[in-house]
């Protein structure tokens, strides 16, 4: 069986403290990876960790510097484990001891409790009848196949009389379908296009500095709901200073919160 | 000039890498000091650091362990600094190696740039006009002044039909008024009550496991306001096997989106 592109760019070499990924081609941005895949990578090495137990829960990932196209150590650090819960702290460097990338996961063994979802899930026109985003130049995007259900992006530059949106509501699926695991979900969280480019109206420089995605459903629920896409919205509060927030909510089609996620990013404006 | 209980509570006192802090009775919670002076105190070795440049823009903290009674060590590192942004890392730790608390932030100079928030203030009554929140157990909370604008909490555990609703909307100043700084913002964004008490209406076991706050305001943006208390929203998305999530937005007087919070913490119900 021919691997998916997805667990090709996010494979890593199995080490003890020290792990090694590589950045892939195929999802890549326009001066480094993809941050999701970046992510994607990192959590993939806890979750393949021989003294990891329990699901994700929570994962921030600081980008601290680019990574230059090749290869990379995964600094894995288990920080603390208590009887349910894991802390993790990993750094990913290049050229020796040069930190690129910063990152704390939390895992925990969850267990039944009373349940409760107040956020519901947004309406929307189905996957099917939706046209698929063309394709663009940054090939990480290429690599997914996202149908706006509202908030389309237009970045042709026009000057408006006032900023436009900050909303998108989108279904996101991997182009080459691929049941949803939490290595995607992590991805897919960094999926949504810059806000600034959509209140804006254009590309603009870019950069996501910090991102924390929270997972709502274990390994166990996510199996259980047997999904190849998510339906996403995505919002911005605030651009100021040459930093914009983002806030992200990822549904199963079936209704149920799988993750919420926010990043801070860089722009230039 | 006699010091203002916050400052005395989040005091640290300064060495090269490894700073010391002492835990607060007066921002006691239930099992360990309020996590939000526990963020603060952190955030103040960063913000007293000789190598510091710029202002805060991310904070991560999660909380690993209890933290006990007492004395703890600041575990500080720079992990990567660039032109305008710096990554650190800190461990705090008591009894030698033991890791409680684990946190990242992000500094940044900010560069003026094109500003837009998106996000309106939410119509509140004036502070004045509201009755304080009464005091409770938790000695911490009584270092606040919170007057409730919406979804005051009833927490008689009176048994309902369906869960009441998560969200709130409170003014929050400091009970001996302090003008808001960074540190201040940075425990406030942590002084809401559980989301699940709320829609439970009890009080529940409850811990924050980590925490995430984006500063949307610089040192200069905050001064400049000069304001001594916030209002602030907080809702959850979801409660689901003993972990629910929160989120938070906190307001200048004016109207100024000064920082965004969101947290997932466990709960037992």
């Not at 999802?27 to 137990?53: C, E, K, M």
């Not at 690129?100 to 979802?117: D, G, I, K, N």
């Not at 100021?240 to 209704?255: F, I, V």
Request: aromatic share 12%; with cysteine.
């Amino acid at each position: 069986m021919t691997q998916h592109l997805f667990d090709e760019a996010t494979r890593v070499t199995a080490g003890d403290s020290c792990w090694r990924g590589r950045t892939s081609d195929d999802y890549w941005a326009f001066v480094g990876p993809f941050g999701g895949a970046t992510a994607a990578t990192i959590l993939r090495a806890l979750i393949d960790h021989p003294q990891r137990s329990g699901d994700p829960l929570s994962v921030t990932v600081n980008f601290c510097a680019p990574i230059a196209p090749g290869d990379f150590d995964l600094d894995v650090r288990l920080v603390k484990a208590n009887r349910s819960t894991q802390h993790w702290c990993v750094e990913l460097m290049q050229g020796g001891a040069e930190v690129a990338t910063l990152a704390t996961a939390v895992f925990a063994e969850r267990r039944p409790s009373w349940s409760h979802q107040p956020t519901e899930l947004p309406q929307a026109a189905p996957f099917d009848q939706i046209r698929p985003f063309p394709k663009i130049k940054a090939s990480w995007a290429n690599q997914y196949d996202f149908r706006f259900v509202g908030g389309d992006p237009d970045f042709s530059g026009a000057k408006k009389d006032a900023p436009a949106s900050a909303f998108s509501k989108i279904w996101i699926g991997d182009r080459v379908p691929r049941k949803i695991d939490l290595l995607s979900l992590m991805a897919m969280s960094d999926a949504f296009f810059g806000r600034i480019f959509h209140v804006r109206g254009e590309l603009v420089p870019f950069g996501t500095v910090s991102l924390t995605t929270y997972f709502h459903a274990d390994a166990a629920d996510l199996a259980a709901e047997d999904v190849s896409r998510v339906l996403a919205t995505a919002d911005a509060n605030i651009f100021h200073k040459s930093y914009g927030d983002q806030t992200g909510k990822l549904w199963s089609p079936g209704g149920r919160l799988l993750a919420t996620t926010t990043q801070i990013a860089y722009f230039k404006a």
